[in-house]
């Protein structure tokens, strides 16, 4: 089955820095990866998508990138904000839908005022 | 307001006392699924169905039942609690597999 693997576990940064968190994954065969936010005392809430025929999307601040041949996907946020602070999951999947996703760990970003 | 409710939040039982968690949700979606939440490992799925009396086991089954009898109910059964089951509990539910949309979690301790 697929393996996600989710780096670093915990990250900190100053307010209106740059933060990258950086998934690998082992099944080639994926093709759907999601990015979900989870905020303290809440559900996930997916913040933003890709799939295995773009190598990059962005959407305002966050932005996601996607490396096939080395099954890597990244996550930038630039700029920024305290309320950006939640932990971030990333996921992959086969047939291009949420059904059977497979979670990384989690990070915990904190943004420093 | 689409939604995803779970029921009770939050719950603290004893070894072998059997409890359901509820999950409804309002938005006709034809899939739903549960997951749970523990430090360090994410998100690992116990049970998902595709729709009405169709359910299948995710990556964690193993002392858990689960029920689809309508389209918009899916309760976790736990038939004997142990205490490897305390745990961070979420349901979530998706229109034809598309962005999953989670309740605000079930935290459960089993003493």
């Known amino acids: 089955g697929e393996n996600v693997e989710q780096h670093p576990s915990t990250l900190s940064v100053q307010e209106g820095d740059s933060a990258v968190i950086k998934c690998t994954y082992s099944?080639?065969?994926?093709?759907?990866f999601p990015w979900y936010k989870q905020e303290l005392g809440k559900g996930p809430q997916l913040i933003i998508d890709?799939?295995?025929?773009?190598g990059e999307k962005k959407d305002q601040r966050i932005a996601v990138t996607l490396n096939k041949t080395a099954k890597h996907f990244s996550l930038h946020i630039t700029e920024t904000q305290p309320e950006d602070s939640a932990v971030y999951f990333c996921a992959a999947t086969y047939g291009g839908s949420a059904r059977q996703l497979t979670f990384g760990s989690g990070t915990q970003l904190t943004v420093l005022p | 307001e689409a939604q995803v409710t779970q029921n009770p939040r939050y719950l603290i039982t004893v070894t072998g006392k059997k409890l359901t968690v509820t999950c409804s949700q309002n938005?006709?979606?034809?899939?739903m699924s549960w997951y749970r939440q523990d430090p360090g490992l994410g998100l690992r799925q116990i049970y998902y169905?595709?729709?009405?009396?169709?359910?299948d086991k995710g990556d964690v089954p193993e002392g858990y039942k689960v029920s689809r009898k309508e389209k918009r109910n899916f309760p976790l059964i736990l038939e004997s609690p142990s205490p490897n089951q305390t745990s961070l509990y979420f349901c979530a539910s998706s229109l034809s597999g598309g962005e999953l949309f989670f309740g605000e979690g079930s935290r459960l301790t089993v003493l």
């Open positions: 890709i799939r295995s025929n773009v």
């Open positions: 938005m006709n979606h034809e899939y």
């Open positions: 099944d080639s065969a994926s093709n759907y």
């Open positions: 169905s595709m729709n009405v009396e169709v359910t």
